[in-house]
């Protein structure tokens, strides 16, 4: 946001508009009430919505982008100035002191949380004000793990791991692997086609060569084939170790 | 001096971190006051250029607050805070347990990112349990190391805390929510979004 | 205690080196006799838990050494975590139960042997159940010696993706990654191989 800068001469009513130095409107709002110069428990409400809507029609006048909570606040507090100034009608609704009351308490937290911000860094700060002592001899805390991580180290961590997820080039290359679902699926095709006892290879697809492909489907089959008999829909037979494995349907689930 | 003087002021010193009034005792064995040895410690220190202090109820030898000027010299320079982080800073402190959207509706504006990131790195701030409300949202609290940065010895110790207490003003709801929930909504979508 | 006197202590104190006599009659300004000084020093501190020693000149505080023995039986040493250690961990504490395949495929690159060791080891995380699919691998889960660690009450109380975000924590500016996906295949396929 531009900054406008009066040259000294602040005629009646007029703003020296700086908005990088507020935090929103309630902050221009405890500005604007600090000008009024007494207890902010006593400050006049009305006058500081004079002020603030002042200050927005300085801003708008000098062409001044607001953001639009600036503008909320305007029309807040244009409403909250016809709550006062007429007289109460529904009783539903909180009439305008206490809503003008609400306001002065805010503004009254916001400024007891600065004071005592300011209080607080003003302290005597280790690291700054106040040293430990500089070339520790390292006895530790017995209670303490010895490895040293904090949650923010944590979360840190994880929060990288979300940004690369995010934002990280995914490339999903060609899968070159023949998978058990699809293995799985192919021979519960195969199922009601089976004559009778057939060897495992006869059913892997691309059974030339001895490519990393061919290699795993026979795996993947073999898995499946697994699969199937601990379901009860397949037999499975082999002579002896590495002979060929055959395999059938289940006969008994037809009859 | 005392034998088991000597070993408590030898253990403080020699540890790079606070030590509890626990991991102490047990050090020096059984039967010990560690209480009045910490006690008579510190009046032993009273006055020197280090001083023997309490944060959270663990005991570490700082150089007396006195002579910060003279020391500063060698200390590097620290990362200004901005005031969005220092007034951040002060709510969560003074009203712990507390949400984000209480903090932003404390502020009248929304958390800008580098604030809370900022506090928790300097080990300030630390999310505490979730509010059993709707939503669950997280809360924000204080850390031992944010009573030992400023030199508090427990959060009861905060500046002015009585005042605030007896003033009402650690009431963290919001008031204005005609106006709040406005600002208070368009920040959240832009958060969530 | 004299004002030179407790400046002098503070420095030597708080210094992460020895100094030398030059350096600290600089600090404490013109016309003070150090040497006295330093020997005053020495003697406040004579038959106490804390020397002041000088070597090679240079001047500095360090626990009386007939205490060492006392002082050295819980020595521990600090180890850092690996970034590929915490980052396990910490897709452990979000994703539990999750089996090492799909940590590894969450992270797009193989988990070393080591790093479930070491968290094993730190007592953070711990096999959960199996899994009952095709091979029933194993699953991770942590401890509540990883809620103890990180002060959580239970893993509720981890903040959440929106929570991070809002915290600053994670933000939205794109980083300059390398290509996740070549690394991921290759991890998969040396696994399940």
């Not at chain 2, 940065?149 to 008031?175: M, T």
């Amino acid at each position: 946001m531009t900054t406008e800068k009066s040259n000294g001469e602040t005629a009646e009513g007029q703003l020296v508009l700086d908005l990088d130095g507020y935090e929103g409107p309630i902050d221009v709002l405890l500005t604007l009430a600090r000008d009024q110069k007494v207890d902010l428990t006593r400050i006049s409400i009305l006058q500081l919505a004079n002020q603030y809507l002042a200050f927005v029609a300085e801003a708008r006048r000098i062409r001044l982008e607001l953001a639009a909570d600036y503008l909320v606040m305007a029309a807040w507090l244009a409403y909250l100035k016809s709550r006062l100034l007429l007289p109460e009608q529904d009783e539903e609704e909180p009439s305008g002191e206490d809503l003008a009351q609400a306001l002065a308490f805010q503004l009254q937290r916001l400024e007891a949380m600065q004071e005592v911000g300011a209080k607080l860094v003003d302290r005597p700060r280790l690291g700054r004000d106040v040293f430990a002592r500089g070339a520790p001899e390292g006895i530790q805390v017995i209670s303490r793990s010895i490895f040293d991580l904090s949650l923010y180290d944590l979360l840190k961590a994880y929060t990288e791991h979300k940004r690369k997820e995010e934002y990280g080039t995914w490339r999903i290359q060609p899968t070159e692997l023949y998978s058990m679902e699809d293995a799985l699926q192919h021979l519960s095709e195969m199922l009601g086609r089976l004559p009778d006892w057939t060897s495992l290879a006869s059913f892997v697809p691309g059974a030339a060569g001895d490519s990393l492909l061919s290699r795993s489907a026979l795996a993947a089959h073999f898995v499946a084939s697994l699969e199937l008999t601990k379901a009860g829909k397949l037999e499975l037979r082999q002579e002896g170790v590495f002979s060929p494995i055959y395999l059938r349907r289940v006969r008994s689930q037809q009859s | 001096m005392n034998p088991e003087l000597r070993l408590l002021e030898a253990l403080i010193f020699a540890s790079a971190e606070p030590l509890d009034e626990r991991t102490l005792a047990d050090r020096l064995g059984n039967g010990v006051d560690i209480v009045r040895l910490l006690a008579e410690l510190k009046q032993d220190y009273a006055g020197r250029g280090i001083d023997l202090v309490s944060t959270a109820g663990r005991w570490s030898f700082r150089t007396a607050p006195d002579l910060a000027e003279k020391l500063r010299v060698d200390a590097e320079v620290q990362r200004k805070l901005s005031r969005a982080t220092v007034e951040t800073l002060a709510i969560i402190a003074y009203h712990q347990p507390v949400t984000r959207a209480e903090i932003e509706s404390i502020r009248g504006v929304a958390t800008s990112k580098g604030t809370l990131d900022i506090l928790m790195e300097a080990g300030w701030v630390r999310p505490g349990k979730r509010r059993e409300t709707p939503g669950r949202p997280l809360t924000w609290i204080t850390t031992d190391g944010f009573l030992d940065h400023f030199g508090l010895e427990s959060l009861r110790d905060l500046p002015n805390l009585e005042d605030l207490k007896a003033s009402g003003l650690l009431d963290s709801r919001p008031v204005l929510t005609s106006i709040q929930g406005g600002a208070g909504g368009a920040a959240a979508s832009e958060e969530e979004g």
